[in-house]
């Protein structure tokens, strides 16, 4: 008599078990395979992040730091030489020199260039993860747009690599609203406008300080030069005012 192959219950359940193990073992592979992808994103993505994030910084640093100078980042031909702080004249011998908004905001793109490097901090938090990192010096260009806002595209060409593979970001964009910062440059003009040789109209000026709630100070000086400082408390970086400082040189 020919006996039929059956299969004992204990068999059923090891071969039930054993395609068990496979779909997991074959789910788990393509959860990792997924789960790679994002995480190399993810490090590009942390970059970017922490590079527009500098440039914001340094962007509000910038609109500080240059207010003092007038809004230069290097002061300009014209300007005062015997003083601490040096300031640009925006007008001399009743020549105006008031710079534009656009060149307000192309000083703002050289002090990014020469010191978005101190907040990148040659990106020391990625290093320590095990990633390299090289970077081309930045080059940024500004552009102040209709509605108050400067936007900077900088080029600065970052290399991101970690186990062999590489990626690299090339441009960096960020929006810095500049409205208050420009206020005081119209406030600053509407100064140096109405002036008549050592003379201050503070009455032509007077209500628009008062509506912007900016201090100004005059201060003549010996060398034919009158100084002004535009002290506005309402805008404010790391808790510091910001300031615009410039001269006006008479005939």
Same mark, same amino acid.
């Given at each position: 008599? #020919?006996?039929?192959? %059956?299969?004992? &219950? /204990?068999?059923?359940?090891?071969?039930?078990? *054993? *395609? /068990?193990? =496979? #779909? #997991?073992?074959?789910?788990?592979?393509?959860?990792?395979?997924?789960?790679?992808?994002?995480?190399?994103?993810?490090?590009?993505?942390? =970059?970017?992040?922490?590079?527009?994030?500098?440039?914001?910084?340094?962007?509000?640093?910038?609109?500080?730091? @240059?207010?003092?100078?007038?809004?230069?980042?290097?002061?300009?031909?014209?300007?005062?030489?015997?003083?601490?702080? @040096? =300031?640009p004249y925006y007008k001399e011998g009743g020549?105006?020199?008031? &710079?534009? $908004?656009?060149?307000?905001?192309?000083?703002?793109?050289?002090?990014? $260039?020469?010191?978005? $490097? #101190?907040?990148?901090?040659?990106?020391?938090?990625?290093?320590?993860?095990? %990633?390299?990192?090289? *970077?081309? &010096?930045?080059?940024?260009?500004? !552009?102040?747009?209709?509605?108050? +806002?400067?936007?900077?595209?900088?080029? !600065?060409?970052?290399?991101?690599?970690?186990?062999?593979?590489?990626?690299?970001?090339?441009? /960096?964009?960020?929006? =810095?609203?500049?409205?208050?910062?420009?206020?005081?440059?119209?406030?600053?003009?509407?100064?140096?406008? +109405?002036?008549?040789?050592?003379?201050?109209?503070?009455?032509?000026?007077?209500?628009?300080?008062?509506?912007?709630?900016?201090?100004?100070?005059? !201060?003549? @000086?010996?060398?034919?030069?009158?100084?002004?400082?535009?002290?506005?408390?309402?805008?404010?970086?790391?808790?510091? &005012?910001?300031?615009?400082?410039?001269?006006?040189?008479?005939?």
């Amino acid at each position: 008599m #020919i006996r039929r192959a %059956q299969l004992s &219950p /204990f068999m059923i359940i090891g071969l039930l078990l *054993f *395609f /068990f193990f =496979v #779909i #997991i073992l074959s789910n788990q592979d393509a959860v990792v395979q997924r789960a790679q992808r994002p995480q190399e994103l993810s490090s590009a993505s942390d =970059v970017r992040i922490y590079v527009e994030s500098c440039l914001q910084k340094t962007a509000q640093e910038a609109l500080l730091e @240059n207010g003092r100078q007038g809004g230069y980042f290097l002061l300009p031909e014209y300007a005062t030489t015997n003083l601490t702080e @040096n =300031v640009p004249y925006y007008k001399e011998g009743g020549v105006l020199l008031i &710079p534009t $908004d656009q060149t307000i905001a192309g000083e703002v793109g050289k002090y990014v $260039d020469a010191l978005l $490097d #101190i907040c990148l901090g040659d990106f020391e938090p990625f290093r320590k993860q095990g %990633q390299e990192i090289s *970077f081309q &010096p930045p080059q940024t260009a500004a !552009l102040l747009t209709r509605d108050g +806002t400067l936007q900077l595209v900088t080029t !600065l060409s970052v290399s991101i690599t970690k186990k062999e593979k590489t990626t690299t970001l090339q441009e /960096f964009t960020v929006d =810095v609203d500049v409205t208050q910062s420009y206020e005081n440059l119209h406030l600053a003009r509407t100064i140096v406008e +109405t002036m008549e040789g050592s003379d201050v109209c503070v009455t032509c000026f007077a209500e628009q300080a008062q509506q912007a709630k900016v201090f100004v100070g005059i !201060l003549p @000086n010996s060398n034919q030069t009158t100084l002004f400082e535009l002290r506005d408390d309402n805008y404010t970086f790391d808790n510091k &005012p910001y300031y615009l400082r410039f001269g006006v040189k008479h005939e």
